[in-house]
């Protein structure tokens, strides 16, 4: 069942400062969203510092427009996450991080190769990389969503990684899982 508005922003807040609490993101970079209804997402507000996120903060866009209420911008990245829910009826909550170990995999280009049989499960066997494209634009959002496909998430050539699920819990869960399998990948090579 979806969340209010009320719950989702409260929620969203909750998210945004365990994001920056976990290192998942760096400074004001990343993002988190969830979808209200068919019309109607709410998304972080654009260059603000998660660690001080409030609910009030949370900015209401129109999936199908981009059209958003108030004088603060969403976040710059708001066409991937209506990319993302037009294409993925499914998806209910989106989270964009800048994790340390998913940008060493969005730096070269590569895919993520889950080797631990206990993440499989959760978020496939393999999380694809999308090709790159400037932030912030529809050919980002596009490349995201084709990368993406129907899994749980990819890695953004030059840029993050983003994960989505049934809510923000499971977005945010599947947004550790990777960064936890994209350590293990480095580290298992790193010590060899």
């Not at 050919?139 to 050539?157: Q, Y």
């Not at 990684?161 to 819990?169: D, F, T, Y």
Request: hydrophobic fraction near 35%; charged fraction near 30%.
């Amino acid at each position: 069942m979806p969340l209010s508005e009320e719950e989702a922003r409260n929620v969203m807040a909750e998210y945004g400062r365990k994001l920056a609490r976990t290192g998942l993101v760096q400074g004001t970079w990343g993002n988190i969203s969830v979808r209200l209804d068919d019309k109607y997402m709410l998304c972080t507000p654009s260059g603000t510092d998660y660690a001080r996120t409030q609910p009030e903060d949370m900015i209401k866009v129109e999936i199908k427009t981009l059209k958003y209420e108030g004088d603060v911008k969403p976040t710059s990245e708001k066409n991937m996450h209506q990319a993302i829910y037009l294409a993925r009826p499914d998806v209910q909550a989106i989270v964009h991080t800048h994790s340390k170990y998913a940008c060493v995999f969005a730096a070269a280009e590569m895919p993520l190769e889950v080797e631990e049989e206990e993440l499989v499960p959760e978020i496939g066997q393999v999380i694809d990389c999308s090709s790159y494209a400037l932030s912030g634009t529809s050919k980002l959002a596009r490349n995201v969503v084709k990368a993406m496909k129907d899994g749980v998430g990819c890695i953004i050539a030059h840029h993050g990684m983003v994960a989505c699920g049934q809510n923000i819990e499971e977005a945010y869960s599947r947004c550790e899982k990777i960064e936890q399998a994209a350590e293990r990948y480095i580290n298992k090579r790193w010590e060899k």
